[in-house]
Structure formats: C-alpha cells, structure tokens
Nanobody
C-alpha cells in the first residue's frame, strides 16, 4: 500500500505564504507524476498543480499561476507546493496525489491538510 502524507497547512493572513509538503511511503512505488488538488467548503475537488518527473514539466490551474510553485524530488517521491500571495479564496483542504501513469490521472491520495487564509 502506498501512503501519501501532507504537512505544512495552517492559518495565514491574506498576502502571506505557506509551503506544503507531501511524502510517499509504503511499498515500492515509482510515480510518473505528483500533484496537488484542493476542496473548498461546499465545492468540488479541483486540480491545483502537477509535476511530471521525466520532463520536469509543471501544470497549474489558472487561478494560481504566478503565485504557486510546485517542485519535488522524484527519488524521494516527495512533492512541495510553495504558495505565495495567498487569497481568502485559496482556503481549502489541500490533497497530495501521485500517479503511476500520467499527470491527468492519479492513483493515490493523501488525507489532506487544511489551509485557511484570513482577510
């Protein structure tokens, strides 16, 4: 079984920054891509960002471009999300995900970490 554990969430004022981390552990697992999703209260889960290891390509939803940066270490199956210039609308539970196939389809999910941005 593959486990993903997120950390780094918390409460921050608008305009502030947070860095989320996610580490995969468990059975031998080689991911093709890792990513972040979020679910705001009363909303569907949405894609935030992803990174593919072979090409180091990164992908972002439009609302976070220029503010969030995804990075990671393939060998350690670890991914980070640096979030700057946070806005109240970024408030959500953030989930880490890992894929063994493509960045558009994820197989494994973390339990989530809460990010709250106050105005």
């Amino acid at each position: 079984q593959v486990q993903l554990v997120e950390s780094g969430g918390g409460l921050v004022q608008a305009g502030g920054s947070l860095r989320l981390s996610c580490a995969a552990s468990g059975r031998t697992f080689s991911s093709v891509a890792m990513g972040w999703f979020r679910r705001a209260p009363g909303m569907e889960r949405e894609f935030v960002a992803a990174i593919t290891w072979s090409s180091s390509n990164t992908y972002y939803t439009d609302s976070v471009k220029g503010r969030f940066t995804i990075s990671g270490d393939n060998a350690k199956n670890t991914v980070y999300l640096q979030m700057n210039s946070l806005k109240p609308e970024d408030t959500a539970v953030y989930y880490c995900a890992a894929s063994s196939r493509t960045w558009t389809s994820f197989d494994y999910w973390g339990q989530g970490t809460q990010v709250t941005v106050s105005s």
